[in-house]
């Protein structure tokens, strides 16, 4: 008897442990959206980006009411801020796609913990993205002639065009980021269900409640749901391939030296994720101070992205180096001066920028002391967000400005309304992403059980 | 995402015995045979498909050993990529820390040491180029600095090639041949060190070893991928030495990876028939495999769409000539082919998870995938075997691949092209038999438990 | 031993008409027995007492986890779901779908050449097809997953139990349902006690009938967002058949109103207040004097006043060409109603007979009534510009010199219509025949 006691407490004892450590992981999580009072440092910074997205709509409403003409692409580099601003928006969403579906697919359990805040960061980088072609196009309130519809201009949207093929890769990018979020938030919103419950709030254990579409957590409906999130990971990682090789698509089926080259699809698709890991990291990094998740976003997690930033890092400068060396190769002297005025031309200070953030920067990842100090990975990362924004304008400004025919050259100014839009979209973005930190669950509860090694406590090996 | 863990099967056979020298052995069979027959066909054969195909030798004798050569860079080209595509998945296991192939990670690492008899074999395209062979790479004939215009009168005006001329010191022999003699190095060093490094863990069962592969495969992925973009300009790309495209290297890495994988899992299951590994590497382990030979398809795909479709696109006549000479004619039913068979039907199937599980469709697919990847290695190189020649008074000059009229511009296949392709395959199980010693799995690696027990969800 | 590690378990009251918690005071009224909840440890725990409650036959049950259990599927028995399978064919469906659109859209019903390519080009055709396809596969699993999983459903009956709360949080739990056919009042929570639970509990439906049922407020808000969400529809399809005479609304304005005046609208500036202003008197558009009164009106100026002409313009030289001209563009404009042959029974009159009306148009070339016949050249010229009796003017639509083709066209039709068989060269008539006579 006595021994088997002593199996029993053991037991009880493992038991408790692994409850304990299920607890201690929703309360750590919850704790974010119940408290009573935000943080200050949250309100300064909602605050401040408010104001940001004010100045946004004030570009967009002179922008609306006075025409395109307010920006300073009336010229030949007819894409400028506007497409950069897109593409980088667009790069930056990548990242929360590749963390919850490829890292998902290659069983990366470390990317539990930022999974669920770089899926919102995608959703919402990619509604800042959205604006800026949309603002292009002049007349905004058009934009459903993209939709093909029945109409009587017996008209229909041309598919061949790469800008309609935006239209649906990033369409289909957004709905399918949406739901992917929101299926993998569905557990923990039951979770909040049943504490605002338990607390005997009913109105927000209501709204969770529908939230949660009465979410029970059985073992068949987990069964159905773990398969289907698969099945989703496995979809979204082809679609986030395509979306960035859309973007590319509409350069790259130009004829346009600089942008005419077939490597642009994957080298668009490893500036994504590179710039995408920066942006991730300068949120999560003050943010896992700021609401005290350092032992759920850990440092490995950090060093782990930081070696993904230097892998994509990497890849980013060998496509600069086969572009440089193929342009060579080609014999072609428009795409051999292009190259050439990169490095050398006007803009030579941006590709000086580009360069250095995207290829020289990452490479301190190398060394493990620099991996596990946050402030200069924040650092880091900011400069390689500078850096991808400006390998985006380089492509973008110094081929236009440069074309075949020195008629066309010029050089591009952006004038105050660019700066307002784009700094606009900023602000947007760190609104939307600091109301989701105080009243979503910010990291995926379930999944970080699951996670754990006491959710396979009690078993029989 | 398990943490469970499993111990090696104590009734596990994990010796290699004497499978090595027997695979060494049926290997250089194969290899010898296949030569022997190769030689005999070239030496037997009519000259007349040399001749219609622009290769002559300076006397203005038809050039028949063309043939042999341009089927001995494919065959090499292959062998060469199933080395690259299992070196990948080495490196990548390192990098990421991976757990499911440590399992067969001995047997890959098997395949890498293949490298330098791999290299060694590639010298049977090299040697001849270097002595001054001038029928295989165009950039290496001494027409090619030249254009040949046919002018209204009939009369032909021969004029300067500048895009070519412009980087025939880049593409010379001599050059050629250096950075030959580099990838040959750098692969066969890198190969080494983690082969001699997961070996030595066997002895020690030192946990630091493993931290020190992971360490170098940073590095070594830099190189590796380098390396490879570099290699696949160089020795495929130029053979239509004017044409160009910055994705070439990533999708001859995609195609290799592809070909790297099933070959890994039919050798793995090879072992497997002669009574080892039978408890260790289970259907999960050739579900990861069948994964990722179907990422890889669809990554091949991805990357060749995107070559094709940004160049049909754009249409400038520089880009798409190299299409042009595909998809007319008699190569546009390669095209198809490749189309189908390399992509659409394995994707449709790969999906499936049972295909992969099931030994037999697995087994089927990496069979499939590998004639396949072959196919498309041939339909890279092959079209620039015809080199249209042009009158020039009264001597003829060639005008290299990619010219003259596409219904003339035959596939012109011929069994040379298989029994070269069999000989390099040989050439493959020899390098892969002579590194299969000792362990077949790296007993004290630290991950291996984790590997034993792995599961797919 | 079981006994001590069930300490909340109401088993003691077998006939479930009192709850645990509330101590046994109070006693409330409960509905029919829903099921068994019992609540295990640890993860391992539940799966292994999975295992038992499928081995003593059970299939009315299922086990509830704060994460997906590994091993429970199997320990379980839960046969994989097809949900793939479906989802292969959506993205199927999504593939064809959008090709067909693309080539409904731009190879079919509006095809347009856009850069040489052809109008159903494949390869830009292939990035829409992916995403329709990535689209419909999402949608598939997404929809599909809640829809096997048969949610939402907002409420359940085990949410009545406080422990049940807790599946979100820390709890394992198994519930096996009273609908079970092997399901015992006694049996069953003695065989899950007996498998390791740390509490076993009995779950009944609310007492009131009704909330077992949807509420009436929900199935009402349903039907009234969605009639309220097809409010728009039906203003757009009122839209599209029916007329009005209002002015469009214009939500975005455009271009549609610019700061500029159009013709005949009102204007304070001057003094008649209209903004058009007439023409000077006894001014002429340049280049519309049209002087040469014979080449412009027909009308030629003798000593004996005005009359039409009975000749042709000087500057039109009278040859071949002129008549072939005048036959072309006579048979344009003229045989609709007067016919090929001048008899006045073109189409029009012909069609209009036909249904029982009439449309008299001029035989040109009657020699019986010849009023064409005795026309001047000048009075054709101006009956063709200006109009005679009901046939409209041509001068908008034919120039001078084709009206004065056509009146050497109709000329040549008069005498040709009238002519003899000596009219024709001997060397032609072989082989002529006279048609028949004329109606």
């Not at chain 1, 760190?430 to 996670?451: C, D, M, N």
């Amino acid at each position: 008897m006595s021994s088997a006691d002593a199996t029993m407490d053991s037991h009880h004892a493992e038991a408790g442990k692994a409850r304990e450590a299920f607890r201690a992981v929703t309360r750590d999580v919850a704790w974010v959206a119940e408290a009573p009072k935000p943080h200050k440092a949250w309100l300064v910074a909602l605050a401040i980006s408010v104001v940001l997205f004010a100045i946004g709509l004030y570009s967009i409403y002179v922008l609306v009411t006075t025409g395109i003409g307010v920006w300073g692409n009336s010229n030949t580099v007819c894409w400028a801020w506007d497409i950069t601003n897109f593409v980088w928006w667009i790069g930056i969403g990548h990242a929360g796609t590749l963390i919850s579906a490829v890292l998902y697919l290659t069983r990366q359990t470390w990317r539990v913990s930022i999974n669920r805040s770089a899926e919102a960061m995608t959703i919402f980088a990619v509604m800042c993205a959205g604006l800026f072609p949309l603002l292009h196009t002049g007349r905004p309130w058009f934009a459903w002639w993209m939709i093909p519809h029945p109409n009587d201009m017996q008209m229909w949207p041309q598919f061949r065009s790469p800008l309609m093929w935006d239209v649906f890769a990033v369409s289909t990018y957004m709905t399918t980021s949406i739901l992917f979020w929101y299926m993998g938030m569905v557990p923990d919103l039951a979770t909040f269900r049943d504490r605002w419950a338990a607390r005997g709030d009913k109105l927000r254990a209501i709204i969770y409640g529908v939230l949660c579409l009465g979410w029970r957590g059985s073992a068949r409906q987990w069964h159905r749901y773990e398969r289907a999130y698969l099945i989703l990971a496995g979809l979204a990682t082809p679609l986030v391939f395509s979306v960035h090789s859309v973007v590319s698509f509409d350069f790259a089926t130009s004829q346009l030296p600089g942008w005419h080259t077939t490597i642009f699809p994957p080298y668009f698709v490893a500036g994504a994720i590179f710039s995408g890991f920066a942006m991730v990291f300068t949120l999560l990094i003050p943010a896992r101070y700021l609401f005290n998740l350092k032992h759920i976003i850990k440092d490995e997690h950090v060093e782990a992205a930081c070696k993904i930033m230097l892998a994509t890092g990497s890849m980013v400068g060998l496509a600069y180096a086969s572009e440089f060396f193929i342009a060579w190769y080609s014999g072609n002297m428009f795409e051999g001066f292009t190259f050439i005025n990169r490095a050398f031309g006007p803009f030579w200070w941006t590709y000086f920028i580009m360069v250095s953030c995207n290829v020289l920067v990452p490479q301190a990842f190398w060394f493990k002391k620099v991996r596990r100090t946050p402030i200069v990975i924040f650092c880091l990362c900011l400069l390689i967000n500078v850096g991808m924004w400006f390998e985006r304008f380089v492509i973008i400004a110094t081929s236009l400005a440069r074309a075949f025919l020195p008629s066309q050259w010029s050089y591009y100014t952006p004038t105050r309304y660019d700066v307002g839009l784009f700094v606009g979209t900023l602000g947007l973005f760190f609104t939307l992403f600091l109301l989701f930190f105080r009243y979503a669950p910010v990291i995926a509860i379930s999944e970080v059980k699951g996670a754990l090694p006491e959710a396979h406590a009690g078993k029989k090996h | 995402m398990s943490v469970l863990q499993k111990s090696l099967h104590p009734d596990e056979k994990y010796k290699a015995g004497k499978l090595g020298q027997g695979l060494s052995r049926i290997g250089a069979g194969i290899a010898a045979v296949f030569f022997a027959i190769s030689i005999l066909l070239v030496v037997f054969s009519d000259t007349d498909t040399a001749r219609n195909a622009g290769h002559v030798d300076a006397a203005g004798e038809p050039a028949k050993w063309a043939r042999f050569l341009y089927d001995y860079v494919i065959g090499w080209s292959f062998i060469f990529s199933i080395c690259v595509g299992v070196f990948w998945l080495i490196l990548l296991h390192h990098l990421v820390r991976g757990r499911w192939a440590t399992v067969v990670r001995r047997i890959a690492e098997a395949m890498t040491l293949a490298f330098p008899w791999v290299f060694v074999a590639g010298l049977g395209f090299v040697i001849p180029l270097v002595a001054g062979y001038d029928n295989l790479y165009y950039w290496a004939h001494p027409d090619a600095g030249h254009c040949l215009e046919k002018l209204a009168s009939g009369a032909c005006h021969e004029y300067l090639n500048p895009t070519l001329v412009h980087k025939l010191g880049w593409l010379s022999p001599g050059f050629f041949a250096v950075r030959y003699v580099i990838y040959a190095v750098v692969f066969s060093a890198m190969a080494a060190y983690f082969a001699r490094k997961s070996r030595q863990q066997d002895e020690s069962g030192d946990p630091k070893l493993s931290e020190s592969m992971r360490v170098a495969s940073g590095p070594a992925m830099v190189v590796y991928s380098l390396v490879t973009c570099l290699a696949a300009f160089d020795i495929l790309m130029s053979m239509a030495p004017k044409w160009y495209s910055t994705i070439y290297g990533v999708a001859f890495w995609g195609s290799a990876c592809v070909g790297g994988f099933s070959a890994l899992g039919l050798i793995v299951l090879g072992i497997q028939r002669t009574g080892r590994l039978t408890h260790s590497v289970t259907p999960e382990h050739y579900h990861d495999i069948g994964k990722w030979m179907f990422s890889f398809t669809f990554f091949w795909a991805y990357t060749a769409f995107s070559q094709f479709m940004l160049q049909w696109y754009g249409n400038l006549p520089e880009e798409t000539v190299w299409y042009k000479y595909r998809l007319f004619g008699e190569w546009q039913w390669v095209s198809i082919a490749i189309l189908v068979g390399f992509w659409a039907f394995p994707f449709v199937f790969l999906m499936s998870r049972w295909t992969k599980r099931i030994v037999p469709s697995l087994v089927f697919f990496a069979v499939w995938q590998l004639v396949f990847h072959w196919l498309e290695l041939y339909w890279n190189v092959m079209p620039s075997y015809d080199w249209a020649t042009q009158a020039h008074d009264g001597a003829r000059l060639s005008a290299g691949p990619l010219t003259g009229n596409i219904a003339y511009h035959h596939v012109g296949f011929s069994p040379l092209d298989i029994t070269v392709w069999f000989a390099l395959i040989g050439v493959l199980l020899f390098g892969i038999g002579r590194n299969l010693r000792g362990n077949l799995i790296p007993v004290k690696d630290p991950t291996l438990g984790l590997s034993l027990a792995h599961e797919n969800l | 031993m079981s006994d001590e590690r069930i300490p909340d378990s109401p088993l003691g009251h077998g006939d479930g008409s009192s709850d645990g918690d509330h101590g046994g005071t109070a006693v409330r009224r409960e509905g029919p027995l829903f099921g068994v909840l019992a609540e295990f440890d640890t993860p391992g725990e539940l799966i292994e007492a999975a295992r038992k409650v499928r081995a003593a036959g059970y299939t009315e049950f299922d086990c509830y986890s704060p994460f997906p259990v590994h091993g429970i599927d199997d320990a379980m028995g839960i046969r994989r779901t097809v949900l793939p399978v479906i989802i292969f064919f959506g993205g199927f469906a999504g593939t064809v779908g959008g090709l067909l659109l693309q080539w409904w859209c731009n190879a079919y019903n509006w095809p347009w050449n856009i850069a040489g390519k052809p109008t159903w080009s494949i390869p830009a055709n292939i990035p829409i097809a992916f995403e329709t396809t990535i689209l419909l596969a999402v949608f598939t699993s997404f929809f599909g997953m809640w829809i096997a999983n048969k949610l939402p459903q907002v409420w359940h009956p085990f949410f009545r139990a406080e422990r049940f709360n807790h599946v979100t949080d820390d709890a394992f739990l198994i519930g096996i349902e009273s609908r079970d056919r092997r399901f015992d009042g006694e049996a069953t929570p003695k065989l899950l006690a007996d498998a390791g639970a740390i509490s076993v509990e009995r779950v009944h439906f609310d007492p009131d009938p009704a909330v077992r049922t949807m509420p009436r407020w929900i199935t009402a808000f349903i039907v009234a967002s969605t009639a309220f969400a097809l409010i728009p529809f039906a203003i757009a399809a009122k839209a599209r058949t029916s007329h009005s005479s209002e002015p469009h609304i214009h939500i975005f304005p455009d271009m549609d109103f610019q700061p500029k005046y159009k013709s005949d609208q009102a204007m304070d500036l001057f003094g008649d207040g209209r903004e058009n202003r007439g023409e000077i008197a006894g001014t002429i558009a340049r280049g519309s004097l049209d002087a040469d009164d014979t080449f412009y009106r027909g009308i030629e100026h003798t000593a004996d006043g005005d009359h039409w002409t009975t000749k042709f313009p000087a500057q039109l030289p009278i040859n071949d060409q002129l008549i072939k001209r005048g036959k072309n563009r006579f048979e344009i404009y003229c045989t609709p109603c007067h016919g090929f042959d001048g008899r006045g029974m073109g189409a029009v009159p012909t069609r209009v007979a036909a249904t029982g009306g009439a449309w008299l148009a001029r035989n040109l070339v009657d020699a019986g009534n010849p009023v064409a016949i005795n026309m001047p050249n000048g009075q054709l010229f101006n009956t063709i510009s200006n109009g005679y009796n009901t046939m409209m003017g041509y001068a908008a639509q034919i120039p001078h010199a084709d009206r004065w083709a056509i009146v050497l066209y109709v000329r040549a039709l008069q005498r040709s219509q009238n002519a003899a068989l000596d009219d024709i060269p001997a060397d032609h008539r072989s082989g002529m025949q006279m048609p028949e006579a004329p109606q």
